[in-house]
């Protein structure tokens, strides 16, 4: 055979093996012998802070489901955000992006967000949620390979790792919430050094407003001293926080922020 002749060859067989892979869904999870096409056989679990790439080829005129499962701690707060989608993601869809049990027979949240992505803030867990959920993202019928979305995972609960209300100290917890687009829901558990809970703070934060507590005032947290950890659902850095130790003899303070993980 010439050399022009097995040119053609290999160049044919490439357009061949090209429309064999186009024939299907072409992210890893869908071409994988386990698909993520369902709450009890994904093995796609979210990892904090990884973002993924996929999308929502129909296959066969059948709507393409992608699942995932997110593992929780309880009292800890978390988001999921899915956007830069392509112009071929339909995401008016109610049903779009929603959080579910572990197998998937009950919502347990749905979508918020705006025109280009889509959103879910909560804490963990309500009675009865268990603590290894599911994400769902549904697509239609007519998606096509040039439906992709990214998908991301995030615990956003902020932890402060000293108060000090011993001796001559005083210590001030103070929150912000960084967005300018409304109020979100805060809740900040106090634990002595040796992690046993003593108190919990709660309440709502208008966006670009503070909240400050002296927990020094506090009857649980008078002459005990350890850290604390705040859930919110004001979503990724949004609430920013530290506490400020008070050194009343010296009039000197010590900051600690409050860090996410």
Known sequence: MSKL?????????????????????????DQ??????????????????????????????????DWFIINLESGKSYQILVRAVTGDVDMSQADFVQRLNTDGSTVLQGQGGNANTRVMRFICCAAGEPFQQRIR???????????????TFAQTTAYCARYNNLNSQLSVLLLQNATSGGSCFFIANFFDEAGAFLFQ????IN????????TSTVPQ??????SLYVSHTCGGNAVRGKVVALEATTGFSFDTPCERR
């Open 5 to 29: 002749g097995m040119f053609v060859k290999v160049l044919l067989a490439c357009v061949v093996l090209g429309f064999a892979a186009g024939a299907g869904a072409v992210d890893i999870w």
């Open 32 to 65: 994988a012998t386990i698909k993520d096409n369902t709450a009890t056989t994904t093995n796609n679990e979210l990892g904090f802070g990884t973002e993924q790439v996929h999308d929502l080829e129909a296959v066969g005129g059948v709507a393409d489901q």
């Open 137 to 151: 993202v549904k697509g239609l019928s007519t998606n096509t390979v040039t439906s992709q979305y990214n998908i």
């Open 201 to 204: 703070d709660s309440g709502t």
């Open 207 to 214: 966006a670009n407003a503070m909240h400050t507590l002296n």
């Open 221 to 226: 947290l008078t002459g005990t001293r350890g």
